[in-house]
């Protein structure tokens, strides 16, 4: 079957340095790709997304890019703060058989 | 204004009663979702509606049935509850005409089977 999986459960970066949350995913036919940050005792929330006819997309100290040969997605968050402290999934939904599937989390700490 | 919300946040029962856990969104969206999520954070999807429609029903035990009476809600009502449904459930919603599908997670409900 599919699945979404994250290379490391655990991400620990000083503050003020660039995070990076990569994520592989198994569907080639897969053409929608979200980065979700979710806060202690809150739901998802969305951050950026970027769908599979582009190989990178910016937004506000975040960047996703795309590698659909590798399938590969990954997250840079630029100048980690200590709000950035959360957990990050990504998220593929493939259109044709409206799939959505959730990547198993990365925690993302920022050190002081 | 609360653009996804979720009663009860938290729900503490025994084992083999039957609960119900509430959901609206005011976004107009036309998709709602139901998750759980366990104590390591995986997020597994459970139910998908589309206007009204389930559309997604993935492989849980028919103990769980959703309810959607409108566009703008989507009710999760679990029978004969176990020790193994303690989890948090969280309902999403999204709309299929936009860019992208992202979805808008309401807060939570904590279950807790004792």
């Known amino acids: 079957g599919e699945s979404v999986g994250l290379h490391l459960p655990t991400l620990s970066v000083q503050e003020g340095d660039n995070s990076i949350i990569n994520c592989a995913y198994s569907n080639s036919a897969s053409d929608y790709f979200i980065w979700y940050k979710q806060e202690s005792g809150k739901g998802p929330q969305f951050i950026i997304d970027?769908?599979?006819?582009?190989d990178k997309r910016q937004g506000q100290r975040v960047t996703v890019l795309l590698n659909k040969t590798v399938k590969h997605l990954s997250l840079q968050i630029a100048a980690t703060q200590p709000g950035d402290s959360a957990v990050y999934f990504c998220a593929v939904f493939t259109s044709g058989t409206y799939k959505y599937i959730f990547g198993t989390g990365t925690r993302l700490k920022v050190l002081a | 204004d609360t653009a996804v919300s979720q009663t009860p946040k938290y729900l503490v029962t025994q084992m083999g009663n039957d609960k119900s856990i509430k959901c609206e969104q005011n976004?107009?969206?036309?998709?709602m979702y139901w998750y759980k999520q366990d104590s390591k954070k995986f997020l597994k999807i459970m139910f998908s509606?589309?206007?009204?429609?389930?559309?997604i029903n993935e492989t849980v035990p028919n103990r769980f049935s959703p309810k959607s009476p409108d566009k703008a809600h989507l009710n999760l009502h679990i029978n004969s509850l176990e020790l193994g449904d303690s989890a948090v459930y969280f309902c999403a919603s999204s709309s299929t005409g936009a860019y992208g599908f992202e979805q808008y997670f309401g807060p939570g409900t904590r279950l807790t089977v004792t």
């Open positions: 976004l107009g969206h036309d998709t």
């Open positions: 509606y589309n206007n009204k429609e389930l559309i």
């Open positions: 970027i769908r599979s006819n582009m």
